[in-house]
């Protein structure tokens, strides 16, 4: 069977644990965020969700 070759979409106004549910889903790690009309407004990375769960920028993981 062939994999949809899109990525999947959320909207900028979901919770993280949407992002993270809809990661798990389609078993991606990237996601195309959207605004409420519907354009891209960016992209929400695995390691994005992660910092904001742990609470880390940047800089924090370039220290470790």
């Known amino acids: 069977e062939a994999m949809d070759p899109r990525v999947p979409t959320i909207r900028q106004t979901e919770p993280i644990t ?12 990237m996601l195309i965020v959207t605004d409420d009309t519907g354009k891209t407004s960016g992209i929400l990375t695995l390691s994005d969700v992660l910092r904001a769960i742990l609470g880390l920028d940047a800089a924090d993981v370039h220290r470790r």
Do not use: D, I, L, T
């Open 18 to 29: 949407r992002a993270v549910a809809v990661m798990r889903e389609s078993g991606e790690r």
